[in-house]
């Protein structure tokens, strides 16, 4: 405020009192003030650009004082007046200097410069600056207050003619929009240009370098700030450039106002271009100068580009050449020719002048300023660029001043930066840059300079790629940077090729250019020079193949990766650049690059024209249909360009009618029609033609039917319907004249559009002009082009009606709402227009190839009715578009760039097809390199199948195979195996070409083959992933019509690779059985297609031939693979099942030695025969002959173990216990032949002699041949056979049968009908055999039956003996080598105890028996399903003869056998499924178990095991012996016999387990009571009861009195004498008058009590005498023989008891005696015949006198003389009636015994015949068939595998020969190998030319040689001789020599 004040005062004191000094302080300070508000240095960094300039920074007059300026003038006047008189000091000077920079801040408000303007101030100034200038020139230095003159009058003169100091923002790069500057600049002064002309004619100025900027300054403003006049009527111009496109350029007036030009066409004439080329000629001018010069140079060339050449003083060309000659003047010079490292000259004058080192960089860089951005379109210019020689002066730089001894990096940067702008703005440019080979000769150039720095290498890179409009203009620059790549540093190559990847794969544009240029190629090149690059850089440029490949690769680029490929280990990156390879392939399908030929319409002036579519006829109203397959790229700076609306068909009439086609920025499609006064339009609201992918677009407009009806409207993209719509549009019958695809093109204009289109700018004087016209259209425009709806933008109201999705605009509003017209700004493959009634189908099914529609048989005529025109790249020919409809009547024109993308899949046909990925797979399988991944992979995946773990089971139940997506893609890339199949799935991806070649060339077959051989690490998860997904890829098109050879190929590959289990076995477990589930669930899917070749004889021979012992894998995991490959056998027999199958499992099964694998089928098919999912069919087929009984040798053949014949019965099990079958057709399963209606069990058991079948077996043998139909045969030789066997064994054997004997009605008798079913049961109680003979007595002893009667021959009861042991079949153990046991345990209490429970419990059975054949009698009529009622029953009566039994031995139990229970072990080893025995149900199974319960003696541990054998045994003999034998029969008695005979031989030979007396004695016993049961129920008057008590009694007498055993404790008991006793009782032998003689009887019956009265038992002899006392008693008998006979039996039983002192026998039997001395008294006369016999009546005395009496002589006498006659005499008839009878009965019996062994060991015999033919045999048979089989397929697999490794020899003379892909370039593509036979002629390849050649060459003299050499070449084949080289000629002629008959093939 003090300021103000002070300044106020001191313009008073001015005023008041006109003292200069005043005025001069006022401004002094007037000057510092406003300095620190307004920047008056315009050189400093902080002065305001362009844009910050404000037009009231400075002052306004109307607050100055009014006297200023005119004071201001005053003194200016005055310091001219002191200058011309030479008295201007530099006081002076400064005080001048401050006046002009008042003036300065005066003009800073621009309303003030008008009234500056007024007063001259500048003539005045300009005289006083040009005296002072002369003055200053004459000096060394500039002074200080000269410098700011000159700075103050161009600062004055700047913020005149330049107000907004556009020329300082220009120096700064900073260009002004001058659309928006309002002010205009006012004519410049006619002394200024002079005044500068002038003062640049002294050369001393160039010695001050400030003085000459700041003039030059005042120009440049000048200059500068006319661009404002030049910019509005340019921009009039462009906006109309429709209009005066045809219109003159001079300045008539119309278009040009030729005023407003003046200063800056005054600034830029001859004069001051002069002065502008003299500075930049000179290296002495100062850098600064240049700087400033170079920029005003600049400035006029920009200029000079705006204006009309009629302003012109100077031409362009002129100007270009001008700086050319610069150019060439300062590279002329001399001074850095010699090797001083001075940069600072001296001249010849004396003062010093410095050299400008920057001069030629900073010369060379202002070709950038001539073409800055926003100057102009650069078309002037680079029209006069191309006329001068500047691109030849540019490109020469770097040679010309290579052997400057200067820094040459500026200058070669500042070089190519100026290249790099010329191509960039100049297209023509570019073009003559490629000519002539001036870019090799440039870069040629640059590499002989030393290491270039990166700002050189970015400058190079820059002439090549414009980063701004993201185009690559010059391709061959990145050809000959990855040329000059190997000579870098490491930095540098590093970053060139991160400058490289991007500039080449920017975009799709900068894709397609670098693609046909053959950047591929060069790259290559590059890496094969692979170590002078850096790792990164290497993948930089693997990189750049890949993504430029992925766009398009022709064969000589595929064919040099190829040849980095086959370097191997030499190229470090080989596996990169290999999974870069497969890359290119993946990228290939994924549709982005469906278009393989396209128009890239991206220029504003591209598009297709079709000039004769005013020859399209239309029938009433407008319709038609486009189709056309478009790829749309991204809009770049959208925001600042504006919306606008991409067309893509226009269709107008020459009224401005017709419709249009375009894209909006948004993606929506809109379809326009125009009326003449309506902008109707729709739109789809789709965003997907944005996504940079390839689309198609359909529009139909079809007319309507009939009138005033609508139009219909349908948008179709990719053929899915997105708008339907209707829309009213009046038919007009006017033509098309305007048809455009893709193009810009302008309606004609209307002469009111004309007359509205702008008058003409306002004059310099008209200051709101600017103002005005830069406020209203911008915001216009904002206006309309927000989006809120204002009166242009809404529709317009009218009365048509409209659907919602019709929009109307008023006429000319389009651009407004929608944007200006733009081209297409995309790709273009192709477009169709037809007529409306065309049929979209037939346009949709064509797909791309349009031109298919009109290659079918069609009509001409309907053709051409119905299509208009067709378009496509590929019939393109100097910018003509072929019409390819037939007739092409409207042939278009093209101005656009024709593309052609070539896929990898097309490109390696030209390179030998898929044929040539087969060296990789070769390299790989044949490296022994550790690491397996292609990239950086753990090294967990190399791991070796040894150290690799078994995964739990959780890790892999739930396998699945992932999507091909992404991720899963990268990592199979990743992998080099995996990558090499995912690289043949895409290559024969839907390309049937490739498919055929692969199919042809039997390329799966080879790759197979090297998979069998490729290292187990490779093949990991991705691998098998791949290998799967391309099966899938086959399979997806496997049903499409064109599919034939898809199907052949599939095949192919289920056959060599995914079948092929050569491949799969030698992997890891893990992968292995990946596979087999993923082929498990692939059958499934088509079960019917793989039967026929992958069914189950593949599957039995896959695990036959590799998992039946597999060495690479454990135990567990091959079980699991084969349960794998077993459940895909079990899936087809459930579906189907043919004989075919059937027999292929049962050959399996007969030629599998593996258990586990034999086990594993077994139990598969057991499961599968008992689910639900079996088929009826396999059931039948299994039960044909020669099928599943053939299982039966399993148990035959004794290699087997027990786990294969337990799975085998139980396989056979389920078999017949299915219900699927009825009973008869089991039998064949059940060995029964039908022929001879026998079982065959008997031959089959002599298969197995000894025994050697497990328990589990025979139980369950035992059980079936007990069940539903029961085998009794075949029973009993399976009891003869266990005789052999465990204890155990026996004993549940033995249950089962007496089970079976009580609870089967007929079993009894159906076993007592078997052939020596006595000796087979018997069997069972057989210890051991005995091996040491005894001598015949003592074997005769051991029988109680005269042997001397029995048998004549002795020799052959041997030969019996071995018969009934079977001798051909005795057991070789050596414990049976031992001795008989000596003698039988002693009996002690518990054995009495013992034999007490057993009689109780023979009671008990008897009467079980009685009561079970009432309940088999009552329910025989009964089904089967209700015998559990009868089970229940014996259940109960069972339980409780256990209770009973309990309680009779409680606390007397004996030590049993610690060993399992033969039960229990039966249901452990054997399920209830498995052994059951019928169909009818489990349920009676399980009560048959129970029902044994009753017979378990062991379960209470009261029985040892042997004493329940002998039990159960002895009941089964008995039940067969009493209930089986009918009594009918005629020799039933001598069957019956035969069971107690066979126990007599048994024992023979063997030791049994109990004495066979006892076993006699046992069932016997039994037998007595049921022969008393019998009496008791049917009377005693039964004939057949009684005939059976008769023998029965003899039986008994036999064992008892006849028998010779000395043991009578084993031959007599007191139930048996109980029993026969009662049994006596009830046959009333002594009953008188009985019709019947039983004296027989009589006679046994007094033997057996005689034989039973000194028995050692008291008990019998108690029983025997008191019986024999009664009879004595009660029987009225005088027959003095029998008397006799009893007499002296008694007395030799007494004396016996005298003797050995036995007073209890004695006193039993002395009441017999005393009666029958009482019997005998009359009938011997004892009175008078033995007076002195005690008395019989003196009671108890008699007892002891009589025992003194019969020691006398006299009794002695007596019974010697009268009673032994009479005892012989009836001891003889005793003999003959009883003896002989009973000794001839046994005879009979052993007879019997041993036909019957005989005639069961010829049965036998006859039965193993009968078997071996039908099971034996066959089995051995489909063994044979079976080997048969194995070796021809190894046969055929051996011949295939060999034509195999042939084709691959065959293919690899190709790859690797001189025309292959993979040729070395060594001469080794042909060589001898070890003589062979010649080589026939082939015609299937060419190599087999040079083949023949030498064939025929080896079979003639040497002689001829060489004539023949070069004549069979030509004749054969004429292109070889030049292929051929002729030292490869020699080379053969030198190995010739090594033998004839030498053939030479291709490695």
Not at 1133 to 1162: G, H, M, Y
Request: with cysteine; glycine share 4%; net charge negative.
């Amino acid at each position: 405020m003090d300021n103000k004040k002070d300044i106020y005062n001191l313009w008073v004191q001015y005023t008041t009192k006109n003292d200069e000094t005043y005025f001069r302080e006022f401004v002094a300070r007037f000057v510092d003030i406003w300095r620190s508000q307004l920047q008056l240095d315009f050189q400093a960094a902080n002065c305001p650009l362009w844009h910050e300039v404000q037009p009231d920074n400075g002052p306004h007059l109307g607050r100055l004082p009014d006297e200023l300026l005119p004071a201001i003038g005053k003194f200016i006047i005055v310091a001219r007046d002191a200058c011309e008189t030479d008295t201007l000091d530099d006081q002076g000077i400064e005080q001048v200097a401050i006046l002009i920079d008042c003036l300065v801040i005066v003009c800073r408000h621009f309303d003030n410069i008008l009234s500056i303007i007024k007063y001259e101030y500048k003539p005045n100034l300009i005289a006083i600056l040009t005296k002072v200038f002369a003055q200053q020139m004459e000096q060394r230095r500039a002074t200080l207050a000269m410098s700011h003159l000159f700075r103050s009058f161009s600062s004055f003169l700047e913020v005149m003619y330049d107000p907004y100091l556009t020329w300082r923002s220009f120096l700064r790069g900073q260009l002004a929009d001058y659309a928006r500057l309002p002010y205009k600049p006012h004519a410049v002064h006619v002394e200024i240009v002079p005044f500068i002309y002038d003062c640049f004619q002294n050369e001393a100025l160039l010695g001050f370098a400030d003085i000459g900027e700041s003039l030059l300054h005042v120009l440049g403003a000048i200059i500068c700030g006319s661009q404002k006049t030049l910019n509005l009527n340019s921009t009039y111009r462009n906006t109309n450039a429709l209009i005066s496109a045809n219109a003159p350029r001079s300045g008539d007036g119309q278009l040009l106002n030729c005023d407003n030009l003046r200063n800056g066409m005054r600034a830029i004439c001859p004069a001051t271009v002069s002065i502008i080329m003299r500075i930049l000629q000179l290296w002495e001018s100062a850098g600064s100068l240049r700087h400033v010069a170079l920029n005003c140079y600049a400035l006029m060339v920009i200029v000079l580009q705006k204006s009309s050449p009629e302003e012109r003083q100077i031409d362009l060309f002129t100007l270009i050449q001008l700086y050319c000659d610069a150019l060439q003047q300062l590279l002329a010079t001399t001074h850095f020719d010699s090797g001083a490292a001075s940069f600072d000259i001296t001249s010849d004058t004396d003062s010093d002048v410095a050299i400008d080192m920057g001069a030629l960089s900073a010369s060379v860089a202002a070709v950038q300023l001539f073409l800055a951005p926003g100057a102009a379109t650069g078309a002037a210019v680079s029209e006069a660029i191309g006329e001068t020689n500047l691109l030849e002066l540019l490109i020469g730089l770097p040679q010309v001043i290579q052997p400057w001894h200067i820094a040459h990096t500026s200058a070669l940067s500042s070089t190519m930066d100026a290249l790099a702008a010329l191509t960039h703005s100049a297209p023509l440019c570019a073009e003559q840059l490629r000519l002539a080979g001036r870019i090799d000769r440039l870069f040629g150039s640059l590499r002989d300079f030393e290491a270039p720095t990166t700002a050189l290498l970015d400058a190079c890179f820059s002439l090549g790629y414009n980063a701004e409009q993201r185009v690559l203009v010059l391709p061959e620059v990145m050809l000959q940077l990855l040329q000059w790549l190997p000579a870098l540093q490491e930095a540098e190559q590093l970053h060139v090729s991160v400058l490289l990847l991007k500039g080449c794969t920017d975009n799709y544009g900068t894709k397609t250019v670098a693609c046909g240029s053959r950047v591929v190629k060069a790259v290559c090149a590059c890496l094969l020079q692979s170590e002078l690059l850096v790792e990164a850089c290497a993948q930089n440029l693997i990189k750049l193949i890949e993504e430029l490949s992925k766009l398009s690769i022709v064969p000589v680029e595929l064919k040099c990766i190829f040849a980095l490929l086959r370097r191997g280990a030499e190229f470090a990156q080989c596996k990169q650049l290999q999974q870069t390879l497969v890359v290119i392939a993946l990228q290939s399908l994924r549709g982005s690059n469906c278009c393989a030929q396209y128009f890239a319409i991206e220029q504003p002036a591209d598009g297709i024209l079709v000039p004769d579519i005013k020859n399209w006829t239309l029938s009433g109203a407008y319709g038609f249909i486009l189709h056309m397959l478009v790829r749309f790229t991204a809009q770049q700076d959208q925001t600042q360009s504006g919306s606008t609306r991409r067309m893509l068909l226009t269709l107008h009439t020459a009224s401005g009618c017709g419709f249009e086609v375009f894209v909006q920025p948004n993606g929506h499609v809109v379809v326009a029609a125009l009326t003449r006064r309506e902008y109707l339009t729709t739109a789809t609201a789709t965003k997907t033609l944005l996504d940079g992918q390839w689309h198609y677009l359909t529009v139909a407009i079809t007319p309507p039917k009939r009138p005033f009806s609508y139009s219909q409207i349908n948008i179709y993209v990719d053929f899915v319907q997105k708008l339907s719509a209707t829309l009213k549009v009046q038919p007009v019958n006017e033509p098309f004249s305007v048809c455009g695809i893709g193009a810009v093109l302008a309606a004609p204009p209307k002469q009111s559009d004309v007359a509205k289109g702008g008058s003409l700018p306002r004059s310099s004087s008209q200051e709101s002009g600017p103002a005005y016209k830069g406020m209203l259209p911008s915001l216009l425009e904002r206006t309309l082009s927000t989006n809120v709806s204002n009166y242009f933008t809404l529709p317009l109201r009218t009365q048509t009606a409209f659907d919602p999705n019709v929009k109307n605009f008023p006429i000319g509003m389009q651009d407004t709402v929608f944007g200006e017209q733009a081209c297409l700004q995309g790709h273009l493959g192709g477009v169709l227009l037809a007529e409306p009634t065309t049929s979209l189908k037939t346009i949709f099914d064509a797909g791309m190839n349009f031109s298919s529609i009109f290659s079918q048989d069609n009509d001409l005529l309907e053709l051409n009715s119905r299509f208009v025109f067709c378009y496509a790249p590929n019939a393109v020919w100097h910018g003509s578009c072929q019409d390819l409809i037939p007739g092409g009547r409207f042939p278009g024109r093209i101005s656009a760039q024709h593309c052609k993308t070539v896929k990898i899949q097309d490109t390696i046909n030209s390179i030998g097809g898929i044929n040539a990925m087969l060296p990789m797979l070769h390299r790989l399988v044949k490296e022994q390199e550790s690491d397996v991944s292609i990239g950086s992979v753990s090294d967990d995946s190399a791991t070796s199948p040894s150290s690799l773990r078994t995964p739990i089971a959780e890790e892999f139940t739930d396998w699945e195979m992932l999507s091909s997506n992404s991720y899963t893609e990268w990592k199979m890339i990743q992998h080099p195996l995996a990558s090499l199949l995912c690289l043949l799935r895409y290559l024969t991806h839907e390309h049937e070409n490739n498919q055929q070649q692969l199919l042809s060339s039997e390329c799966l077959a080879i790759i197979g083959t090297m998979l069998q051989r490729c290292p187990p690490p490779y093949f990991d998860v991705n691998a098998l992933m791949a290998t799967h997904l391309l099966m899938e890829s086959l399979q997806g098109h496997k049903s499409t019509p064109a599919a034939g050879n898809n199907a052949q190929l599939l095949d192919a590959l289920y056959e060599h690779i995914v079948f092929d289990f050569a491949i799969w076995s030698r992997l890891q477990f893990q992968i292995t059985l990946g596979h087999a589930q993923y082929l498990s669930a692939m059958i499934k899917n088509d079960r019917k297609y793989f039967r026929r070749r992958y069914g189950v004889q593949f599957m039995l021979d896959v695990v036959r031939q590799y998992y039946s012992t597999p060495d690479n894998i454990c135990s567990d995991d091959a079980r699991t693979i084969r349960a794998t490959l077993f459940g895909i056998v079990r899936f087809y027999l459930q579906k189907d099942v043919n004989i075919k199958e059937v027999n292929a499992i049962v050959a399996f099964l007969a030629s599998v030695r593996q258990e586990l694998v034999l086990v594993e089928l077994l139990e598969m098919m057991t499961n599968y025969v008992r689910g639900k999912n079996c088929k009826d069919q396999m059931v039948l087929l299994l039960h044909e002959p020669q099928s599943a009984n053939l299982i039966y040798n399993f148990f035959v053949d004794k290699s087997y173990n027990s786990d294969i014949q337990e799975a085998a019965i139980r396989f056979l099990g389920a078999l017949l216990a299915t219900s699927r079958v009825h009973q008869k057709y089991k039998q064949v399963l059940r060995l029964y032949d039908p022929s001879s209606d026998q079982s065959m069990f008997p031959g089959f058991f002599s298969f197995i002699t000894p025994m050697s079948l497990s328990s589990t077996i025979l139980f369950y043998l035992v059980d079936e041949m007990l069940g539903a139909q029961p085998d009794y045969g075949g029973l009993m030789f399976v009891v003869y056979h266990v005789s052999s066997c465990d204890l155990q064994v026996k004993l549940e054997i033995a249950r089962r049968l007496l089970q079976t004997t009580f609870v089967k009605q007929q079993s009894t008798a159906a076993i007592a009908r078997q052939t020596g079913w006595q000796e087979s049961i018997a069997r069972l109680l057989i210890r051991k055999p005995i091996t040491c003979v005894p001598p015949d007595e003592e074997r005769r002893r051991s029988f109680g039956i005269n042997m001397d009667v029995l048998l004549e021959d002795n020799t052959s009861f041997l030969a019996q003996a071995d018969l009934i042991t079977f001798s051909d079949q005795e057991i070789n153990l050596a414990q049976l080598q031992q001795q008989q046991a000596q003698s039988q345990e002693e009996h002690s209490d518990s054995g009495l105890i013992l034999n007490e429970l057993q009689a109780s419990v023979s009671e008990a059975a008897t009467v079980i028996e009685s009561e079970i054949k009432e309940l088999a009698e009552s329910v025989s009529g009964a089904v089967v399903d209700n015998v559990n009622s009868v089970f229940s029953v014996i259940r109960q009566k069972t339980h409780d003869i256990q209770d009973t039994f309990e309680s009779l031995t409680q606390g007397n139990s004996t030590e049993t056998d610690n060993t399992p229970t033969a039960s229990l072990h039966r249901e452990e080893s054997l399920s209830s499924e498995s052994s059951t025995q019928s169909p009818h149900g489990p349920a009676k199974k399980s009560d048959s178990m129970e029902s044994t319960s009753a017979f378990d003696f062991m379960a209470e541990g009261d029985v040892d095991t042997e004493e329940q054998l002998v039990y159960l045994v002895s009941n089964t003999l008995f039940n067969v012996f009493w209930r089986g034998i009918a009594n009918d029969h005629p020799h039933c008695w001598q069957e019956r016999g035969q069971v107690l005979g066979c126990i007599n031989l048994l024992a023979l030979n063997n030791e049994l387990i109990t004495s066979h007396l006892s076993l006699r004695l046992r069932i016997l016993e039994m037998a007595v009571q049921a022969s008393l049961f019998d009496l008791s129920e049917h009377g005693s008057q039964t004939h057949i009861n009684q005939e059976n008590a008769s023998n029965i009694l003899r039986m008994v007498y036999e064992l008892v009195v006849l028998g010779s055993n000395e043991d009578e404790s084993k031959k007599c008991s007191t139930k048996l004498l109980d029993g026969v006793l009662a049994l006596l009782d009830a046959l009333m032998i002594f009953q008188q008058g009985s019709s019947e003689d039983w004296s027989d009887m009589i006679r046994l019956y007094l033997g057996l009590l005689l034989k039973c009265s000194h028995h050692p038992n008291p008990g019998i002899v108690a029983m025997a005498t008191a019986k024999l006392h009664a009879i004595l008693q009660s029987r009225a008998t005088e027959d003095p023989a029998e008397l006799s006979y009893l007499l002296y039996s008694i007395n030799r039983a007494l004396d016996n008891a005298i003797e050995v002192g036995n007073p209890e026998e004695y006193s039993f039997l002395m009441p017999v005696m005393k009666a029958l001395l009482e019997k005998c008294r009359s009938a011997f006369n004892l009175d008078t015949t033995l007076p002195d016999l005690p008395s019989t009546s003196s009671g108890p005395v008699f007892f002891n006198d009589f025992q003194m009496y019969s020691t006398s002589k006299k009794w002695r006498n007596f019974m010697e003389r009268m009673v032994k006659p009479l005892y012989d005499r009836y001891q003889r008839e005793i003999e003959l009636n009883l003896w002989e009878p009973i000794n001839r009965f046994w005879a009979e019996c052993y007879e019997a015994c041993k036909a019957a062994s005989k005639q069961r060991a010829s049965f036998q015999a006859a039965n193993r015949r009968v078997f071996q033919q039908k099971i034996y045999m066959p089995w051995k048979v489909r063994q044979v068939e079976e080997m048969q089989r194995l070796q021809n397929a190894a046969l055929q697999h051996k011949t295939n595998d060999s034509h195999i490794r042939k084709k691959w020899k065959t293919a690899k003379r190709f790859l690797y020969g001189p025309r292959g892909p993979w040729f070395t370039g060594h001469g080794t593509w042909i060589r001898s190998r070890a003589p062979e036979r010649a080589l026939a002629l082939t015609t299937e390849n060419l190599f087999d030319v040079p083949r023949i050649w030498i064939k025929r060459q080896t079979l003639l003299p040497s002689c001829q040689l060489g004539d023949l050499e070069r004549g069979s070449i030509s004749c054969c084949c004429p292109g070889v001789q030049s292929k051929c080289k002729f030292r490869e000629l020699e080379l053969y002629k030198s190995r010739r020599s090594f033998g004839h008959g030498m053939s030479v093939h291709f490695c």
